[in-house]
């Protein structure tokens, strides 16, 4: 399984790793961020969860907000790559998480269906200017490259895109219930041993801490899979392993029916996640925004962050390119 990492402050770099979480023995894998690959876009549907089965009418309160198109068809098509538990994934057949389920609080709001495609990542963008999406919601990071259509190296490669932010997410420290050894930072981590997944930018952040930590010192121990790591950690062989907000905030939720893990003081290098929209579709965007605001409001976008155990990445009302 090829899993994503994120660094959500920065022009973000990609890479290929395997996640795996110990669920009451079973080994569930994960997705773990926003990550660059290089695969030629291929995509699949997959009958979408909770999102795909809400088909409302002109009734709901902000569907003359919506382009005409929408109004006729009653459809947006959503672009997602369902391999990144808890914001998206797939489960017998249906692509359910956050994702979905905010897709299906917005679409009460607006009086249409999200039906959501399965994709790969790097091709999301891409649906949009050929029409195969009209959105993209997959737990992308909103950056300014991605807003004015650049690549990692600043190349132009596409005309950009608009970002409606839903989500902040960062990197979490992943502790042992009980937190043992008070980790709340990474400063906390010098003179320990720390777990993490080799390759992935959470080994470079702890190289990094190695660093600062000067004297102190600290012991980084790699492995094949974010699995291995966490399984370091339970066994009291490391003080904590690194992940994205959300993923590490899934583990503790879902390991050992939530007796094993918990997650450490506040996410480091936090930035959003956003509905990528053309930015010739203004006025879709625009209806997305008041469609967020308003499950804000209501308290439904609470209720789902609650079911995922995400709820340190909530906001509290939605902004249009907010990313950096």
Same mark, same amino acid.
């Given at each position: 399984?090829?899993?994503?990492?994120?660094?959500?402050?920065?022009?973000?770099?990609?890479?290929?790793?395997?996640?795996?979480?110990?669920?009451?023995?079973?080994?569930?894998?994960? =997705?773990?961020? &926003?990550?660059? %690959? /290089?695969?030629?876009?291929?995509?699949?549907? @997959?009958?979408?969860?909770? !999102? *795909? #089965?809400?088909?409302?009418?002109?009734?709901?309160?902000?569907?003359?907000?919506?382009?005409?198109?929408?109004?006729?068809?009653?459809?947006?098509?959503?672009?997602?790559?369902?391999?990144?538990?808890?914001?998206?994934?797939?489960?017998?057949?249906?692509?359910?998480?956050?994702?979905?389920?905010?897709?299906?609080?917005?679409?009460?709001?607006?009086?249409?269906?999200?039906?959501?495609?399965?994709?790969?990542?790097?091709?999301?963008?891409?649906?949009?200017?050929?029409?195969?999406?009209?959105?993209?919601?997959?737990?992308?990071?909103?950056?300014?490259?991605?807003?004015? =259509?650049?690549? &990692?190296?600043? %190349? /132009?490669?596409?005309?950009?895109?608009?970002? @409606?932010?839903?989500?902040? !997410? *960062? #990197?979490?420290?992943?502790?042992?219930?009980?937190?043992?050894?008070?980790?709340?930072?990474?400063?906390?981590?010098?003179?320990?041993?720390?777990?993490?997944?080799?390759?992935?930018?959470?080994?470079?952040?702890?190289?990094?801490?190695?660093?600062?930590?000067?004297?102190?010192?600290?012991?980084?121990?790699?492995?094949?899979?974010?699995?291995?790591?966490?399984?370091?950690?339970?066994?009291?062989?490391?003080?904590?392993?690194?992940?994205?907000?959300?993923?590490?905030?899934?583990?503790?939720?879902?390991?050992?029916?939530?007796?094993?893990?918990?997650?450490?003081?506040?996410?480091?290098?936090?930035?959003?996640?956003?509905?990528?929209?053309?930015?010739?579709?203004?006025?879709?965007?625009?209806?997305?925004?008041?469609?967020?605001?308003?499950?804000?409001?209501?308290?439904?976008?609470?209720?789902?962050?609650?079911?995922?155990?995400?709820?340190?990445?909530?906001?509290?009302?939605?902004?249009?390119?907010?990313?950096?």
């Amino acid at each position: 399984m090829t899993a994503r990492t994120t660094r959500p402050s920065a022009a973000l770099t990609r890479l290929t790793a395997v996640a795996a979480v110990a669920v009451a023995g079973t080994l569930v894998l994960t =997705g773990c961020g &926003d990550q660059t %690959k /290089k695969d030629k876009d291929t995509s699949s549907s @997959v009958s979408p969860g909770a !999102s *795909g #089965s809400t088909a409302a009418s002109g009734g709901a309160p902000l569907f003359s907000k919506l382009p005409k198109k929408y109004q006729d068809s009653k459809t947006i098509q959503v672009g997602t790559d369902a391999s990144y538990a808890p914001m998206e994934q797939t489960e017998g057949g249906k692509i359910v998480g956050i994702d979905p389920d905010i897709g299906d609080a917005l679409s009460k709001q607006l009086g249409v269906t999200f039906k959501f495609t399965n994709g790969k990542f790097d091709g999301l963008i891409t649906s949009l200017s050929t029409g195969r999406s009209d959105i993209v919601m997959s737990a992308m990071s909103d950056t300014k490259a991605r807003q004015e =259509g650049l690549d &990692d190296k600043g %190349k /132009k490669i596409g005309k950009g895109v608009d970002f @409606v932010d839903y989500y902040t !997410s *960062g #990197s979490s420290l992943l502790v042992k219930k009980g937190n043992p050894k008070g980790i709340k930072t990474l400063a906390d981590v010098c003179g320990q041993t720390v777990a993490v997944q080799r390759g992935t930018i959470y080994e470079d952040a702890f190289k990094k801490q190695k660093t600062a930590c000067g004297s102190k010192g600290l012991t980084i121990q790699p492995f094949d899979t974010d699995s291995e790591a966490q399984t370091r950690v339970k066994a009291g062989g490391a003080v904590a392993d690194l992940n994205d907000t959300p993923v590490a905030a899934y583990i503790a939720q879902k390991s050992g029916n939530g007796n094993d893990f918990e997650v450490a003081g506040s996410p480091a290098d936090a930035g959003p996640f956003g509905i990528a929209v053309s930015k010739d579709n203004a006025q879709l965007r625009d209806a997305l925004k008041a469609a967020m605001d308003a499950i804000i409001a209501d308290g439904t976008y609470a209720k789902v962050l609650q079911k995922w155990n995400a709820t340190s990445g909530a906001i509290t009302a939605a902004a249009i390119n907010g990313g950096s």
